[in-house]
């Protein structure tokens, strides 16, 4: 079973295009303020988020767990702390240890996320999407402009400040994460960047690189017939084997 987690002011129908490539048995789950899930409306943290989920896999038998973005921050967690629920972990697109530059650049988006968050949706978007160049659906970019901008403000504020903060909170935890570990993304993302995956791979005892040429942030949309292939490569190389 492969447990998917989208990323921070998205939902479960991120992940339809992979799910189309994977041919496996998946299930796309809301991470909690999202999709169908009660809003946010208290301060959380990244043990928070990540106990809820795992009130909601409902797989007895450990699951290839697989975390875009802030998802993959929630997945690092569930692997350290419930290892006995995680057969191998991918993380996507995953910020980690930030550097001072990096968490000052990320603080001021959260400090001003609430005072246009229209505006800021449309600058999301763009960075995503760049109409100069990207490939992707624009029926499937519009409604993710639309699943954005569907957000109850205060709870999406919430999320994002776990996304912000939430790769301090895993840090020093990385270490004992004993799942073998897929860290992946793509060359020109500017937020959750190269550099940070290969972070990820030397922080983590059984690592593993790939990063996909020409994609962006939003990899699992852009090209999910490459992270299909690298994820079910993955998880063939490690089937049946138990943290």
Excluded at 167 to 196: N, V
Aim: overall charge negative.
């Amino acid at each position: 079973m492969v447990v998917l987690l989208h990323g921070v002011g998205l939902d479960r129908t991120m992940w339809k295009p992979l799910r189309e490539q994977l041919g496996r048995e998946s299930v796309a789950l809301d991470l909690p303020g999202h999709g169908l899930r009660p809003p946010l409306r208290s301060e959380q943290s990244l043990a928070s988020l990540a106990s809820d989920v795992l009130e909601r896999i409902e797989s007895r038998e450990p699951v290839h767990l697989v975390g875009f973005s802030l998802g993959a921050l929630v997945a690092q967690h569930l692997a350290r702390f419930a290892p006995e629920r995680v057969l191998t972990l991918s993380a996507v697109n995953s910020v980690c240890q930030r550097s001072s530059e990096e968490s000052a650049a990320v603080e001021e988006r959260l400090a001003t996320a609430g005072t246009n968050f229209s505006q800021g949706v449309d600058r999301a978007i763009e960075r995503w999407f760049p109409a100069s160049s990207t490939t992707v659906d624009p029926e499937f970019i519009e409604a993710t402009r639309q699943t954005m901008a569907g957000n109850d403000l205060e709870s999406y504020l919430h999320a994002y400040a776990v996304f912000a903060r939430g790769d301090r909170e895993i840090a020093g935890e990385l270490g004992a994460i004993k799942q073998p570990t897929l860290a992946i993304t793509g060359e020109l993302d500017p937020g959750s960047t190269p550099q940070m995956s290969r972070r990820l791979v030397a922080a983590v005892p059984q690592g593993r690189l790939r990063i996909i040429p020409g994609a962006r942030h939003m990899l699992p949309v852009e090209n999910p017939r490459a992270l299909a292939a690298e994820l079910n490569s993955f998880f063939s190389d490690n089937e049946g084997k138990q943290a």
